[in-house]
């Protein structure tokens, strides 16, 4: 459980820090019901025989998923008062499937101030039991300063 009474500041950040991972297993239920969510109806990205005459392995997490996860595993990294300002580009690699565990990570690949902003630059990658499935992307957030 995430504890979103604490907030990380932007002192409190270093180059080459690792974030905390976040895993996600890939249910049916979950494909069904992100694709109804976001209204991608495509059904390779919820029914395994048609996901399979594409070539897919099985039915396989769409784009909007993934930036979801993506999304959760860095607002439990800034906290609260943090806001994101950029993603990506990212690539997908290989499919997230039907029965993966996607293990969303990252680490911090730069921090500087401009404009009276705290910058901090996440390199985020996913990954299952295959390797790296989507990424490394870029992931650009600000942070508060503890003298604010």
């Known amino acids: 459980m995430v504890d979103w009474s604490k907030q990380r500041y932007f002192e409190e950040v270093k180059e080459g820090d690792e974030i905390p991972s976040v895993s996600f297993a890939i249910t049916i239920q979950r494909l069904v019901m992100e694709a109804g969510a976001n209204r991608d109806f495509n059904p390779i990205h919820h029914n395994r025989e048609i996901a399979q005459s594409g070539g897919a392995p099985d039915m396989y997490c769409n784009n909007y998923f993934i930036q979801g996860m993506w999304e959760r595993t860095v607002r439990e990294y800034i906290g609260?008062?943090?806001?994101?300002?950029?993603?990506?580009?990212?690539?997908?690699?290989?499919?997230?499937?039907?029965?993966?565990?996607?293990?969303?990570?990252?680490?911090?690949?730069?921090?500087?101030?401009?404009?009276?902003?705290?910058?901090?630059?996440?390199?985020?990658?996913?990954?299952?039991?295959?390797?790296?499935?989507?990424?490394?992307?870029?992931?650009?957030?600000?942070?508060?300063?503890?003298?604010?």
Do not use: H
């Not at 996607?102 to 500087?112: E, F, I, L, S, T």
């Open 80 to 148: 609260v008062n943090g806001a994101v300002r950029k993603v990506g580009p990212f690539r997908m690699r290989i499919f997230n499937t039907a029965g993966d565990t996607v293990v969303c990570k990252g680490k911090v690949a730069k921090k500087w101030q401009e404009n009276g902003q705290n910058l901090v630059e996440l390199e985020i990658w996913s990954e299952n039991s295959r390797g790296v499935s989507v990424g490394p992307a870029p992931y650009v957030v600000t942070l508060p300063s503890k003298g604010n």
